[in-house]
């Protein structure tokens, strides 16, 4: 996966437009068919626990719109601070929050600032915490080596600066920090008219 | 991607694909797999001298 050479700013604006669109509409209408599984059907594809899925709040459950399963090599400990970088309806950051516990923290960020109202009503409801900010993955608002994981769900893919991205989490990671993303790769470039097509690539 | 994560300082980047990925629609999927589109889980360490 490359970065495209020369995206123009009028291009980036209105893909970020289309992924508020798209993701809003999946958090709104979950019961709506889009061309990617979500929900608990996606939750249960990627072989998410049994347990957290019962546990979790339905309308996070129900507006899941991950790609795998981060969780399954987090290794996450009790009093870790985490990151759950495009945190969407919570599912990640609350599952998150079991695992680090009362001594933990975990960090929602959204682009949405109405996505990140319901992650953290959804974590409040269940008894988790959530601190959700609403910002770009581009520029994450957090001081330098305050995390000790970021965990990430099929939104990497969703950015025109991957190597922006990974610079800002590489900046936000502690020394000896980790991440564990799961995402979408492409072993081909892909078309100009893919690049050009705000509905194709915020999908 | 992989690449990208070594570049800029990541280690141990271990990556795996998502074996039941897949897009909902047989035609988005068929797209996908002319790219070699597939889905991933990738780990990797901040180096802990960084």
Redo the contacts between chains.
Sequence with gaps: ?TEPAEIPASLEGVLKDEILRMYQEVADNPDS?????HGREAAE???YDAEWLARAPGGAVDSFAG????H???RLQPGETVLDLGSGAGLDSIIASWQVGPAGNVIGLDLNPSMCLKAQAHAASTGARLDCRTGSMENIPLPDASVDVVLSN?V??LSFR??RV??E??RV????????????????Q?SQSIVNDPKLWA? | ??R??E????TKV?S?V?P??????AA?QASAEA????????????????
């Design positions: 996966m068919e889009f061309h990617f599984y594809l990627f072989e790609v795998g399963n981060p399954l090599r987090s099929g990497i893919n991957k190597r990974l610079e989490l590489y990671l502690k020394p000896g920090g980790r991440m564990s993303i799961a995402d979408i790769v492409s072993a081909k892909l999908s | 991607m992989f990208l994560v570049e800029t300082g990541f271990r795996a998502v039941r990925f897949r897009f909902r629609k988005t790219f070699g589109v597939k889905a991933v889980v990738m780990t990797a360490l901040k180096p802990a001298e960084a």
